[in-house]
C-alpha cells in the first residue's frame, strides 16, 4: 500500500517538474510535460480526501499547493529552501555521501 508520504513525494516531484518544464518550455505541442506520471500514485482517493481541507470533495488549486508547500518543508531537512539529492531521494534511499 501505498503511504501519504510516498504519495506527496510523487506529487512534489511531478510538481516541480512540470514547473521546470513551464520554465524551459520552447513551444506550445510541449504541453504533453505537464500531464506527467498525475495517473498514477498520486491520484488515489485517499489522497484526494487528505487534501481536501474544507469537505467539499474537490481539491482546489491551494488546497493542491497548501498540501506541496508541507511536503516540501518536510523534505527540506535543513530548512535553507532548496532541496539538495539526499532531501529530495530521502535518506532511506540515498546511496550518495553527505549531500
Known sequence: MITLKESLRTASLTLLLSI??????????????????????????????????DGDKMVSKAEFMKTMEMSFG???KNGDGMLDAKEWMGEKHYGGGNG
Not at 32 to 44: E, H, N, W
Request: glycine share 6%; hydrophobic share 40%; aromatic share 8%.
Open 74 to 76: 518536510k523534505m527540506d
Open 20 to 53: 521546470a518544464a513551464s520554465a524551459a518550455q520552447a513551444g506550445p505541442d510541449e504541453t504533453s510535460v505537464y500531464f506527467m506520471d498525475f495517473s498514477g500514485k498520486m491520484r488515489t482517493m485517499e489522497v484526494m480526501k487528505k487534501m481536501d481541507s
